[in-house]
């Protein structure tokens, strides 16, 4: 069974109602949201499989359109567009077809809808199995080349904040934390002594993130049992191959 499949429209009309009665004999679970209510945001940053049948009152949304957007390229939304070949140019301005599932022409063939919402379930498969590694670290753009180098191969949480790191972790569990060092505010040694000191998180594995100059200082912080530590110069395919090593339970080459 994939992940709740929410039906965005302006109304439950009797074609989205059509829709969503055919998905769910097909056995996916499907709730619907006005695109007119007040908490639409909150309700989609809950599912991960999103359709959208167009009108041209969305095209007024223009927030709703770049939050689906953002939502597609920070947290791997999946979004399946329904509706006209001009609805489909004017929201190419909003939401490029490289943030797209799939779209399909009105009236749509549901053996097309539901073949794309199966492949998405077996993707949603794969990615539970993925090894899980949270990312910590204020410099925002650093975090997103980290993420696009590791996310085919793991499940790859954001946080730019040690306080977001905590807060996540409180309900959330990472087979790996990546640990910036030098962080405002809180520090990569502050952040990694209250992750210690929370039975939820105590055992997770960290390696702090350093420049050259942070080499001596982690291991000032040996008490508090970090993995070790790999360089923020790292390159693409020497960070790949040191998280495999790890987690094939192989020491990494930078060990304190």
């Known amino acids: 069974m994939t992940d709740s499949v929410l039906i965005i429209s302006k109304v439950d009309s009797f074609m989205v109602n059509a829709i969503r009665n055919k998905l769910e004999t097909a056995g996916f679970m499907c709730s619907f949201a006005s695109t007119d209510s007040s908490n639409i945001m909150n309700v989609i940053n809950e599912k991960r499989v999103v359709v959208l ?112 790191a905590l807060t996540w972790l409180a309900k959330n569990h990472a087979d790996l934390i990546l640990l910036d060092y030098m962080m405002p505010i809180a520090s990569g040694p502050e952040i990694l002594e209250m992750i210690r000191s929370e039975e939820t998180s105590k055992d997770i594995p960290v390696i702090f993130l350093t420049s050259k100059s942070d080499r001596e200082s982690v291991k000032s912080v040996i008490r508090l049992r970090p993995e070790g530590y790999l360089l923020k110069s790292i390159n693409m395919s020497d960070l790949r191959n040191e998280l495999e090593k790890f987690f094939n339970g192989d020491n990494i080459n930078e060990q304190i």
Do not use: H
């Open 53 to 164: 049948y167009v009108d041209e009152t969305i095209f007024e949304k223009q927030d709703l359109l770049f939050y689906l957007k953002d939502k597609c390229n920070d947290d791997d939304l999946k979004l399946v567009i329904i509706g006209s070949p001009s609805d489909f140019n004017i929201l190419s301005n909003y939401i490029s077809d490289n943030y797209l599932a799939g779209k399909l022409e009105r009236p749509i063939d549901m053996q097309v809808l539901i073949g794309i919402l199966a492949n998405l379930q077996g993707a949603a498969q794969e990615e539970l199995d993925k090894k899980s590694i949270l990312i910590v670290d204020d410099d925002a753009t650093y975090l997103r080349t980290i993420r696009d180098w590791l996310k085919d191969k793991y499940k790859v949480i954001m946080a730019n904040s040690g306080i977001q």
